[in-house]
Structures are given as structure tokens and as C-alpha cells.
């Protein structure tokens, strides 16, 4: 992944992702930012959702979001790139109309012009946000899921490792729609959203993977409801959901259980497939490192706190 | 007792290798009234020190920091701990950093490859042991532990660093709580400070904030 003048960077290039990649920094370090770029990058035709897709502003789309998608006194032009299988995709972000590319969008006052480069390569992608998750699309993609027996068996057994409890997730039916129900052993099954924000998390993030089709899942702050306890059955759960999908996670995360967890689910597993993205702020912009295995054991054994 | 410091509110960053490192190394930048605002990180022991370090040495802390140095130990192999170091702290730093200097850069970088740099094997136990036994206050102490020292050695016992034994025997006498190096020190077991062995060391330290 290359990421040129877009946000707050100048140059990012990432060498060495993985099956798994938490992104790691401090505040305003561009974590967020880079899991747009993924999203821009791997379909560009959806580059209209970008405003609601992980930022607190209620899915609405403010043309002065799309104004600062170019870096500030770049001159005019972001440029990003993703190695895939079949080859390299590419967008641009231009403040002028292009004439050579084949024009995706013009976004905002005045117009961003959104430029597919020639390759015209496209990746499914979902967003897990910490937003609260509109009930109707939940249901869908945990239909989907544990339509699944693979699928189904995976999340039951993760939930299991976070509530004891929990015998049963269905959907149901009645006369107000669809839910989520949970079986926590009570004389009724009680909504997903009641059971608690960790299960309900992990409902979404299981079934955005197993579920929704996507070669890639960004998840934007994973431990958000998660005891730091549950974190090795809940990344060992990721790591298997992602293998029965073929689904590349990208996950933000400030949480050095989560990485540590992360490291240790892995470690269990017969390939391990976690990369860590560090990104900094400098002067000049954000910079990022991609460590490997070698580094995270390093970092981790000699106490080095990877995400400052 | 002193508080430790965080981090973030040290301008300097002195890295060493594991915990009795630092606490002694805290105690010789007392000693030198060059404590405040160094924060010393520890890396656990960890047996690639110059590979973590390389995590640890971001471009942040390049930025945030005025001084980053690190005092390691040349082990059984000094030439190759001091080419390793200083390579690793070059090419992370940008910087020409070599060893018993700091650099003018900012942040000015340092290293200081105990005993000796590449002259020698051995660690800061060394040093800490020739500055105590070169003291002839301390001549019929010395006598002492190493008169124990070839006792053991006569019944095949022998530490992997000798002079890492003798400071643990002399300690073991002189620190009742704990024997290595960094807390022995701490209980005050140690305080010839201006031993002249000691005094490469001292000085780089003292350059911390120059």
C-alpha cells in the first residue's frame, strides 16, 4: 500500500502486510485516515460514504470533509496505491478534471474529482466503526453469517468466550421487524443490543467478516466494549473468521492488550499472519513502519510500548 | 524516594539493557546531580538489545527528545557489540554515532560500550569491581572475596562473568536485600564514584545534557 499526499501524509509506503494488520499511534496520528485510504483505494466508486463511514458525523456528507482529503499545501494531488494479486490499484484525488482517467466522482464545493487509474481494479470492503450500527444492516450481515454452519459454529464459540452464558443467537421476527435475539438462559431470548456492547461488537465484527462478502474488513478500535481478558479467544476468533472468508483485516486499535493478544493468537496458529503498522506524526507529516513477527516478539519481550 | 520519572516528560532517554542496569546507572547520574529529567528505559534483558532498541528509537522520539544514548555491556564479543551499536544507532538515528561520544546532532545521540568499547570483554560489573578493588581501603575486603571465589572455583563452580560474581559476593555482604549491581548500588553498597576506572564512564554521562 503507497499513500501520497493524502490526509496527513506525505509519503506512506507499507511493505509486508499481513492476514491481519492493527494499526497502532497516538491521537491525530492518522489511524482513522489510513483506513480511508484503504476504503478509497479498494472502491473507489464508493467514495461518497466516506464522510460516515468511521467519523462522528451521522452519515452526512459535508462537502468541507472531502476538502481536506488532499494533504494541506500539497498541490492539488493525492495519489494511492494497493498491491493486489492481480496487480496494483490506483486512485487519484484531483482538484482539477482529469483528461486522461476515467472519472469516478466530483465530491464536494468545489468539486474533488475522484480519478480511477487505468488498471480499474476493485476490492470489496466493510467498515466495522465504534458507531452504533443501524439494526437492519446488522441483522443482514449476521444472516449472512451464520447462513454458514462454519460460520455459525465460529461465532457461537467466540460469544461463548465472552459470555458463558450465551446458549443461542438468532434473528426473529415480529410484529415491529427483525432482531438479534440472545439466549443468556433466561425464560426469553433478550435483544443482541441489550446483552452488552462487547457481544454486540463482536456480533458486527464476526459477521462483517464472515459475512459480508469482502476480501477486506477495516475495524476501527477493536477493544471498544472487550474485557482485556476475552482479547486472545476474541483475535483467535478473527484470525479463523478471516481464513474461513478470505478476508484481509486492517484494525486500529490503542490497546497494548490487543496487540499483545493479537501476537499470542497467532503465535497458536500455523502460519502467523499479523503485521503492526506504527504510525508517527512528525513534522513533516505522518510516517509508518510495518513490523513483522521478529519485531513484535522484540518489542514486546524487551517492553517497548509500540504505540507512542 | 524519588518518583520515578515518565517518559514524556524527560527530554533525555538513557536505554540500557535490564533492570539492574538501570537502577545503577540512575544512582551514577545522582551521583553526578544529572538525574533530573533523564528517563532510563530498560529493555528487559533482552538478549537483542540493538534489534529492540530499533523499535524503541522512533521517528517521534527523534523529534520530541534533546539526548538519546545507551549504555550496553560488550559481553564476551566488545568489537562486535560495538560495531552492531553504533550501526544500529547510525542508521535509526541518522547520524554518525560512535562509541564513548555523543553526537552534536539533534537530538545528540551517545554510546558507551561497557568495559571499554571494543578493547575488551565484560560489563559494568567490571568497571564496578576494578573502581571498588583498586581503592586500598578495600584491599582486605578484596582479599576476601576473592580468597571465597577460588574456594568455589576449587569445587568447579564459576560464574559466566567473574566479575559479575565477585560483585554479587561483595554485595551479598554489603546489601542484604538484593546482591546484582543496580539495587546492591542503591543500598549504597557501592559508592566509589570517582574511581578512576569509572571515569570514561562518569564522563559520558555527565555529557548527557551538554
Keep these: 500500500m503507497i499513500v501520497e499526499d493524502f490526509r496527513g501524509f506525505r509519503r506512506l509506503d507499507l511493505q509486508g502486510l499481513k492476514g491481519l494488520n492493527l494499526v497502532v499511534g497516538r491521537n491525530n496520528c492518522g489511524k482513522t485516515s489510513l483506513l480511508e485510504g484503504l476504503a478509497l483505494v479498494s472502491d ?79 476490492l470489496r470492503y466493510q467498515v466495522t466503526s465504534g458507531q452504533t450500527r443501524d439494526l437492519a444492516s446488522l441483522v443482514l450481515g449476521f444472516g449472512r453469517a451464520v447462513r454458514r454452519r462454519d460460520g455459525e459454529d465460529l461465532i457461537h464459540r467466540i460469544l461463548k ?34 446483552v ?36 486472545i479467544d476474541v483475535f483467535t476468533g478473527l484470525a479463523e473468521a478471516a481464513a474461513i472468508a478470505d478476508v484481509q483485516l486492517f484494525v486500529t486499535t490503542h490497546s497494548h492488550e490487543c496487540l499483545v493478544a493479537a501476537h499470542e493468537a497467532m503465535k497458536a496458529r500455523s502460519e502467523y499472519d499479523l503485521a503492526v503498522i506504527r504510525l508517527f506524526r512528525v513534522e513533516e507529516g505522518v510516517q509508518g513502519r510495518v513490523l513483522e513477527r521478529e519485531r513484535i516478539e522484540a518489542a514486546i519481550a524487551g517492553g517497548v510500548d509500540v504505540r507512542s | 524516594m524519588a518518583v520515578k520519572p515518565l517518559e514524556k516528560d524527560c527530554p533525555r532517554i538513557l536505554m540500557v539493557e535490564g533492570y539492574s542496569d538501570l537502577t545503577f546507572l540512575a544512582e551514577a547520574l545522582q551521583h553526578l546531580r544529572k538525574w533530573q529529567g533523564v528517563f532510563i528505559k530498560h529493555f528487559n534483558g533482552k538478549p537483542d538489545m540493538a534489534g529492540t532498541m530499533e523499535i524503541y528509537v522512533t521517528p517521534q522520539l527523534l523529534v520530541e527528545k534533546s539526548a538519546i544514548g545507551a549504555v550496553v555491556d560488550a559481553d564476551q564479543n566488545p568489537n562486535g557489540t560495538v560495531q552492531r551499536f553504533e550501526q544500529v544507532l547510525s542508521a535509526t538515528t541518522g547520524q554518525k554515532v560512535i562509541h564513548g561520544a555523543w553526537t552534536s546532532g539533534k537530538p545528540r545521540v551517545g554510546l558507551f560500550v561497557v568495559p571499554e568499547g571494543s578493547s575488551r570483554p565484560g560489563e559494568i560489573e567490571s568497571l564496578v569491581w576494578e573502581a571498588w578493588s583498586s581503592d586500598p581501603r578495600n584491599s ?9 571465589r577460588s574456594c568455589m572455583a576449587g569445587l568447579g563452580v564459576a560464574p559466566q562473568s567473574p566479575e559479575r560474581g565477585l560483585i554479587g559476593a561483595l554485595f551479598a555482604m554489603r546489601a542484604d536485600e ?27 554521562l555527565d555529557h548527557i545534557d551538554r
Design chain 1, 44 to 122: 473507489p466508486r464508493r467514495a461518497p460514504e466516506l464522510p460516515g463511514l468511521l467519523r462522528a458525523t451521522s452519515g452526512q456528507s459535508s462537502p468541507r470533509f472531502f476538502r481536506w482529503l488532499i494533504r494541506d499545501g500539497a498541490g492539488g494531488r493525492t495519489r494511492l496505491r494497493a498491491g493486489l494479486p492481480a496487480g496494483w490499484a490506483s486512485v487519484f484525488l484531483d482538484w482539477t478534471i482529469p483528461q486522461t482517467e476515467p472519472l469516478e466522482h466530483a465530491l464536494g464545493v468545489p468539486p474533488l474529482y475522484v480519478v480511477c487509474g487505468s488498471d480499474g481494479l476493485r
Design chain 1, 161 to 194: 468466550t465472552v459470555d458463558p452464558r450465551i446458549a443461542r443467537v438468532r434473528v426473529d421476527l415480529d410484529k415491529d421487524g427483525q432482531d438479534i435475539m440472545v439466549d443468556i438462559g433466561l425464560t426469553e431470548s433478550v435483544p443482541l443490543a441489550q
Design chain 1, 196 to 231: 452488552g456492547q462487547g457481544v454486540y461488537r463482536l456480533v458486527a465484527i464476526l459477521s462483517d467478516i464472515v459475512g459480508s462478502g469482502a476480501a477486506v474488513c477495516l475495524i476501527d478500535e477493536i477493544e471498544n466494549g472487550l474485557h482485556h481478558t476475552a482479547l
Design chain 2, 140 to 148: 582486605a575486603s578484596k582479599a576476601c572475596v576473592e580468597a571465597y
Design chain 2, 178 to 204: 538484593d546482591p546484582r549491581l543496580g539495587p546492591g548500588t542503591r543500598a549504597h553498597a557501592f559508592q566509589e564514584w570517582s574511581a578512576p576506572p569509572l571515569a570514561p564512564l562518569m564522563r559520558f
